[in-house]
């Protein structure tokens, strides 16, 4: 029988790895409360999805949540944020292109390390107080 590779500590992965995995974390809870709560068709969800989850609303939603942060996920966030490739989107600045990565990060971390009640808390804050159609 194969022994399971050991797994890694979260601390251990690269800022863009946690960012790869914490921008599905934002994208699945987007998803599941807009099904939850909108009799939309799959077209008109994946627009409403977008207003959450684009590099821009990203930004918007880092800053609203910042001050709820801890000292701990503040550093995870500011890692995340300076680790950016020097690729940018297209649709983003790049400052709004690497807080959301940055972003990205921080939910990535907290999943991985197993802390579904924070990622849950600061949905909710995100939810709560986040207007995704108000103008950038």
Same mark, same amino acid.
């Given at each position: 029988?194969?022994?399971?590779?050991?797994?890694?500590?979260?601390?251990?992965?690269?800022?863009?790895?946690?960012?790869?995995?914490?921008?599905?974390?934002?994208?699945?809870?987007?998803?599941?409360?807009?099904?939850?709560?909108?009799?939309?068709?799959?077209?008109?969800?994946?627009?409403?999805?977008?207003?959450?989850?684009?590099? %821009?609303?990203?930004?918007?939603? /880092?800053? &609203? #949540?910042?001050? *709820?942060?801890?000292?701990? =996920? +503040?550093?995870?966030?500011?890692?995340?944020?300076?680790?950016?490739?020097?690729?940018?989107?297209?649709?983003?600045?790049?400052?709004?292109? %690497?807080?959301?990565?940055?972003? /990205?990060? &921080? #939910?990535?971390? *907290?999943?991985?390390?197993? =802390? +579904?009640?924070?990622?849950?808390?600061?949905?909710?804050?995100?939810?709560?107080?986040?207007?995704?159609?108000?103008?950038?």
């Amino acid at each position: 029988m194969d022994k399971q590779p050991e797994k890694i500590d979260p601390r251990e992965l690269s800022p863009l790895a946690l960012a790869f995995v914490g921008d599905s974390v934002l994208e699945l809870l987007v998803r599941q409360r807009l099904v939850e709560h909108h009799r939309l068709s799959p077209g008109r969800l994946n627009a409403e999805k977008v207003k959450y989850v684009s590099a %821009r609303a990203q930004f918007r939603e /880092e800053k &609203l #949540l910042e001050p *709820l942060f801890t000292e701990e =996920e +503040l550093a995870v966030f500011k890692r995340g944020r300076n680790a950016t490739k020097a690729s940018v989107s297209k649709h983003a600045s790049p400052e709004e292109y %690497r807080t959301s990565t940055g972003f /990205e990060c &921080l #939910l990535g971390w *907290l999943y991985l390390r197993g =802390e +579904l009640p924070r990622v849950q808390a600061l949905f909710e804050a995100l939810w709560q107080d986040f207007d995704p159609n108000a103008p950038a």
